[in-house]
């Protein structure tokens, strides 16, 4: 089983995608830079979602794991900007979300990894747990894909 990252930024799905993945059959582990800490042990999991990846996505992609597979969730410009604007605390090196995707896309055009890479914007695809099944070659059990939503309690008040 080759182990899959989550490199979407925060506000993209990603804990909905490290959910996928477990109920897929990938242990996976969810790392979020707004709410987490770094401290939890990730020892047994084979996938690793972490919307923190944006800060060395280059140093990732060259290690040792260049032969697994890469997610990126995405969302559209403008709710992504609603959506992280409830939030605030959020890093201050935080790319836009349409510029990093298309960063993404270019460094692994560039890698001649493009087959590595699913690009998928779970908001709006309909068949976003097909692909992502179909992607990493398992299949899903349910029809749906898991919509998690972590909200800043703080942002709520």
Same mark, same amino acid.
């Given at each position: 089983?080759? #182990?899959?990252? *989550?490199? *979407?930024?925060?506000?993209? *799905?990603?804990?909905?995608?490290?959910?996928?993945?477990?109920? +897929?059959?990938? &242990?996976?582990?969810?790392?979020?830079?707004?709410?987490?800490?770094?401290?939890?042990?990730?020892?047994?999991?084979?996938?690793?979602?972490?919307?923190?990846?944006?800060?060395?996505?280059?140093?990732?992609?060259?290690?040792?794991?260049?032969?697994?597979?890469? +997610?990126?969730?995405?969302?559209?410009?403008?709710?992504?900007?609603?959506?992280?604007?409830?939030?605030?605390?959020?890093?201050?090196?935080?790319?836009?979300?349409?510029?990093?995707?298309?960063?993404?896309?270019?460094?692994?055009?560039?890698?001649?990894?493009?087959?590595?890479?699913?690009?998928?914007?779970?908001?709006?695809? #309909?068949?976003?747990?097909?692909?992502?099944?179909?992607?990493?070659?398992?299949?899903?059990?349910? &029809?749906?894909? &898991?919509?998690?939503?972590?909200?800043?309690?703080?942002?709520?008040?």
């Amino acid at each position: 089983m080759r #182990s899959v990252y *989550g490199i *979407g930024l925060p506000r993209t *799905g990603t804990a909905s995608l490290a959910e996928a993945l477990t109920l +897929i059959g990938q &242990p996976t582990k969810h790392y979020c830079v707004v709410h987490d800490d770094m401290s939890q042990s990730h020892d047994d999991v084979i996938s690793w979602v972490d919307n923190s990846f944006y800060r060395y996505l280059d140093q990732i992609i060259f290690q040792p794991i260049a032969n697994s597979l890469f +997610i990126l969730t995405t969302r559209d410009l403008i709710s992504w900007k609603e959506s992280i604007s409830r939030f605030p605390e959020m890093p201050a090196d935080l790319p836009p979300v349409d510029e990093y995707e298309e960063t993404v896309k270019r460094i692994f055009k560039e890698l001649n990894m493009e087959d590595q890479l699913l690009v998928i914007n779970v908001f709006e695809d #309909s068949d976003s747990i097909q692909k992502i099944s179909k992607f990493i070659g398992s299949t899903y059990p349910q &029809p749906t894909f &898991p919509h998690i939503k972590k909200e800043n309690k703080q942002a709520n008040v």
